[in-house]
C-alpha cells in the first residue's frame, strides 16, 4: 500500500490518482471479506472445497535466506466441487493449472487460502494425517511415458498401492486388479508385461488404473490426453467418463484443449496469470461467457469446418510474466475492452449469475446498469 | 485365453543378439550404398527434369524413406505421392509417427544419416535460381543510370540489394548430391519447426542470426542492407518492436515471438515454398490464433505455397487449400478441403472428424476409433487399418489398396470403393 500512496503523489492526472484510491480501497475491503470467509461454515455437500488458495514460489533470496521477490503462481482462487462432478480449468501455459492442482493434493504446500476436503480441512495436515487422505485423491499425469516404473511389469506397479494401503485382503489382490485391468480396457496378459511395452495411449490407460486401484473420491486430472492422437484421445476419454459413472468419481480435469473440457466438465474455471477469471457451470460458461477472455479464447479454437468463416477476436501481444503481472485487471495490457480503470483498478471476483462468477470492470457496469 | 497368451508370445518383442547382428550386417550394406550417392560428385543433367503438371511447384511422385534400426527397417515413408500446387496451402494431416515430418525431412533432405536415408521416389521442384555464366558466377541485371545517360548500373531490390538475372529448372532433389542442396534448402524452400528454440542459436542475437541468412541469400549485400532487410522482416511477422528484438537474444523472447522470429527468418530469402511443422503445436490458442492469421496474410503477400502439417483437423479446414490424409507412411486420401471435410471417404478420415470434440455437438459418448497403428517394422501387406476398420469387407485381406479417383482432385486407397467408381 505505500508503494501505490509513492506513485499517487507523482502521477499529476487526478483521475489515475482516484483509481489508484479506489484500488487500495477494494482491496482493504477484499482483505475484510476474505477474513470473514475463512469463518464461515464448510458446505457440507461439498467434495471438495477450495477458499482463496494462493501459492507463491520465491525468486530471490537474501543472504539471510529471506524472500526478496516471488512469483504468485496461483492468487486468490476459491471453488466448489461436488462428488462425481467434474471440473475443468482451461488456460494458457504457465498460467498456473497445474500449480493449483498439486497444491490441492498438498504436493505443493499453499502459501494461504484453506483446502476442504471432505468436511475435513486438510490444509495444515502433515504427512502422517496426509496419507489417509492419499488414497482418496489421486493424480494423473500428463506424460505417459516417465510416470511409470519401467523394470516393474503392470501387475507389479498397479498391486503395490492396493497391498500398501490394504484396499483388499492380500489373498483378494489379484483378482482385484484383474478386474481393475478389465475397467480401464486393459487385456489381462498384460498383467506380466513392462510399460516401455505399451503406446502412449495405453499407458495412460495403466496411469488411470494406478490411481483408481485405491478407490479415490476425486482425481486430478492434468492434460491426460495431450500427449496422445486424436484417435487415441477420444478411447481414454470415453474411459474416463465410464469409470466416473460407474466409481462415482469428482474430476479436476486440466486442459488446454477447450473442446475437450467441455465434452467432460460439469463446471468451468478459466484461469489468466494465476487468477481464476470465470468460473460456472458449463452451460453458463458456453452461452453465456462474460470475461474479455473467455470470450476471446473461445473465439480462437480453429473450427474443423472449412465453410464457417472465423469471427476471431484476435489478442494482441504476448502473455506477460508471471513473476511480474500487470496491474489492476492482469488481462488489461491484451483486453480488446480495456478501459483506463482497467490500468490501475484490480476487478473484483463476484457472482454474477447464481454459481456463475467472473471478475471484470466491464461485466460489473453492465449488470449494474440491468 | 491361454491360446491368446501363446500367440502373444510367438510374436515376441524382442529379437536375440544373432537376429539384431544379421539385420545389421544386413542394412549396413544398403546404407552404405545410399551414402555413397548421397556424397557422390554428379553433374546436373543426373538430376534435372520435368514437372508432370506445370502448375505445381513440388511433385512428390512414390516415396519411399526407411530408417535402418537394429530392430528391423522402419518404412517411415512407403510410398507417398503429392503435389502442391503454386499458391496454394497443402495440409498434411496423420497421427503422431505416421510420417508426416520424415515427408518434410525428406524434401528438406535433412534426415539424419546414415540410419534415415531416402530409399527410391521423387521429389521434383520448380527452382528458380540465378542464371551463371561459364565461369559460374551469377549475372547482373543491369539498367541504365539514372545520372548518366550511357553508363550501366546493377539494378537494386526495394532494399537495395543487387539483383541477378534468374532462370528456371526443374530439379528431382531426391536424386541431388548433398552438396548441391544449399541451392535449394533455406533459399528456394524453407522451413519453420514446432520447438523454433531448437532452431535459433542461443549464442547469437536475432539481429546476427536474421543478416546471416540476408547475406546468404543476396551476395554483395552490405551490413547496412541485411540490418534494413531483417528489419523488413520483423516488422512483416508483426513484431511491434523489431529494433528491439532485433538486439535480443533468443531466451529473451516469449515462444510466440520465437516463432514469429522463426517465420521472418524464413521468409528472407523469398521463398517459393515454405514447410511449416505443427509451426503451432508448441503455442497457446490464443497466440495460435496470431501466428495463423500471419501465416495466412503472409502466403498471399510472398505468392508463394505452403506445405502445412499438423494433426489439428480444425486449422487445417482453416488454412488449407488441399488436405493430404496419411496412415502408417501411406497417403490414403487426398483431395480439396470439400471433398476432404463435407465428403470424407476412408474409413480413417470418417473416424478421425468424429472422433473429435467439437464446440457445438452434444453428445454423451466421443466416437472413437478401437485399437492402435501396427508396429512400424512388421507392417502387413494388407490395408494398415485393417485391425481398427469398422467397415472391413473380405476383399481387405488382400492386398494393400490402390489409389483410387473419385473426382478429378479426390483420391482414396479403401477396398470400399472399388471397381465402380473406377468404371463409372
Ligand atoms: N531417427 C529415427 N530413427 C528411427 N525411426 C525414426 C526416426 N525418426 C522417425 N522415425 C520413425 O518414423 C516414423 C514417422 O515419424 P515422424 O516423426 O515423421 O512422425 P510424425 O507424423 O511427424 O509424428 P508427430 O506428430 O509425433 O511429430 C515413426 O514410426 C518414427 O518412430
Ligand atoms: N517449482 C517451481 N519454481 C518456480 N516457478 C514455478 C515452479 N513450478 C511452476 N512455476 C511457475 O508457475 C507458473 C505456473 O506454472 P504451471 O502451473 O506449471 O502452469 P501450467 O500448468 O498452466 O502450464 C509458471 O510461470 C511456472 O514457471
Ligand atoms: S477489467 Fe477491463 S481489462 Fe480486465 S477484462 Fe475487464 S474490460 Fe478487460
Ligand atoms: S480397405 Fe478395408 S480395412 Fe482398409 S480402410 Fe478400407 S474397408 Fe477398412
Ligand atoms: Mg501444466
Ligand atoms: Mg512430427
Known sequence: MADSKKEATEVIDPAVAAFIEEDAKRKAELEEAKAKDFEKPYDTEALLEVRHLRKCFPLQKSLLGKVQRELVAVDDVSFKLNAGETLGIVGESGCGKTTLGRAILKLHEPTGGRIIFNGEDITDFNVKQMRKNRTEMQIIFQDPYSSLPPRSTVGDILSEPVKVHKIVPDSEVKDYVMDLMEKCGLRDYYYERYPHEFSGGQRQRICIARALSVKPKLVICDEPVSALDVSIQAQNINLLKDLQKSMNLAYVFISHDLSVVKFISDKIGVMYLGSMVEFGNKKDIFSNPIHPYTKALFSAIPNPNPDVKMNRIVLNGDIPSPANPPKGCRFHTRCPNATEKCKYVTPEYREYEPGHFAACHLCEEEFSKK | MSNEKNTEKTQKHYLTSKEIKAIAKENSKVMKALEKKKYRKAVESEFVTTMKDDKNILEIEDLHTYFFTDQGVVKAVNGVSFNIPKNSTVGIVGESGCGKSVTSMSVMRLLQGPQGQIYSGSIRFKSEEFKRDAKGNPIPVFVKDENGADTQVQATSSSGAPLFEMEEKVLDIAEMPISEIHRIRGRQISMIFQEPMTSLNPVFTIGNQLDEVVFIHSPGATKEMAKKRSLEMLELVGIAAPERVYNSYPHELSGGMRQRVMISMALICDPRLIIADEPTTALDVTIQAQILDLLRDLKDRINGSIMLITHDLGIIAEMADYVVVMYAGRVIEQGT????????????????????????????????????????????????????????????????????????????????????????
Do not use: W
Open chain 2, 337 to 424: 478441403v470439400s471433398e476432404i471435410f463435407h465428403n470424407p471417404m476412408h474409413p480413417y478420415t470418417i473416424g478421425l472428424q468424429k472422433s473429435k470434440p467439437t464446440m457445438d455437438s452434444d453428445s454423451d459418448t466421443l466416437f472413437n476409433i478401437p485399437g492402435n497403428v501396427p508396429n512400424p517394422v512388421n507392417m502387413p501387406s494388407h490395408c494398415y487399418f485393417k485391425e481398427r476398420c469398422s467397415k472391413c469387407i473380405g476383399k481387405c485381406s488382400g492386398d494393400y489398396p490402390g489409389m483410387i479417383q473419385v473426382s478429378p482432385t479426390h483420391y482414396v486407397a479403401c477396398h470400399l470403393y472399388g471397381e465402380e467408381e473406377k468404371n463409372g
